[in-house]
């Protein structure tokens, strides 16, 4: 009886190691060890950690700069004034014209019917810091835009090349009806390198101050500039951002392995309960 449960005890573990080396197998484990490379690159998801921070800094900048503009201070908490600044610069605060409406139309909805001085003010921050950036893509759809881009066979025909612009056209700043004048592999390379410009650029800030060989930061020059080390510190914590994320999604498949060889190991080791006894037939 020992010896039966012992060998369920040991399909149970087998079954953990199994579990996880079907992960490592799949080529997840190895990325999770060393999420901040993909071969002899930075990995996607450092790069586009580095990405999403700065447009998170540049909304912050903004919104920041907004507060301590002049004519922001010099509104203090008169509703009028701060009014008349949203009408001012409308797109700032992603106020928009609806159709058969006017800008005075559109800036009351904004501001609302006799709001407070400090939920307006509170309002206005909020809308300056969400539309900084309303215009670009966020990390993962740029690098999903990439990614299928690279799984494009290169010898693509025009309807292969319509049916994927179809499919990223959004994200291209192209019709999806199938109206799009990209017609060869070449136009759409070169719409497809624009639009993820912003990871070329971020990949080249990491490998500016990350040393990919020894899969760590570089030192920072003594003469460097304030940009150089906004940047360094910009890579700095985006590898640690990564690491910290890579590591939560290890430590849940881990447990999600675990937890389910653990079920299937209390039911191997579970004790059976007596059968009952067979009536005597009479």
């Known amino acids: 009886m020992v010896d039966a449960i012992n060998n ?6 087998t079954g953990i190691g199994a579990g996880v080396g079907a992960v490592a197998g799949a080529g997840y484990g190895a990325w999770l060890s060393k999420p901040l490379l993909k071969g002899d690159a930075p990995s996607d998801a450092f790069v586009r950690r580095v990405y999403d921070n700065d447009v998170k ?4 900048t903004a919104k920041k700069e907004f ?22 610069n409308p797109q700032k605060f992603g106020v928009k014209v609806e159709d058969g409406k006017t800008l005075d139309d559109a800036v009351n909805a904004f501001v609302g019917e006799n709001p407070k001085a400090a939920d307006l003010k509170s309002k206005m921050e909020k809308a300056v810091f969400e539309n900084a950036n309303v215009d670009k ?9 990439k990614n299928a881009f690279a799984k494009l066979d290169e010898k693509a025909d025009e309807n292969a090349i319509k049916e994927f612009v179809k499919k990223h056209g959004e994200i291209l700043g192209e019709k999806t009806d199938g109206t799009s004048g ?6 759409l390379k070169t719409k497809v390198e624009d639009a993820t410009k912003p990871l070329t650029e971020a990949s080249k800030k990491i490998t500016d101050h990350f040393d990919v060989s020894k899969n760590s930061m570089k030192e ?3 003469n460097a500039d304030n940009t150089a080390k906004s940047a360094f510190e910009a890579v700095k914590k985006a590898a640690k951002d990564t690491k910290l994320w890579a590591g939560a999604k290890w430590a ?5 392995v675990l937890g389910a060889c653990s079920y299937i190991g209390s039911k191997l080791t579970a004790p059976k309960a007596p059968a009952e006894n067979n009536q005597e037939n009479a």
């Open 8 to 13: 369920n005890r040991d399909a149970v573990y």
């Open 182 to 187: 990209i017609k060869t592999l070449a136009e």
């Open 252 to 256: 849940a498949i881990g447990l999600a």
């Open 220 to 222: 920072l020059a003594e």
């Open 137 to 145: 893509k966020s990390g993962k759809e740029l690098t999903k835009l």
């Open 57 to 60: 800094n540049a909304a912050e």
């Open 67 to 88: 507060i301590e503009s002049a004519t922001y201070k010099a509104a203090g908490d008169d509703v009028t004034k701060l009014s008349e600044i949203v009408k001012g």
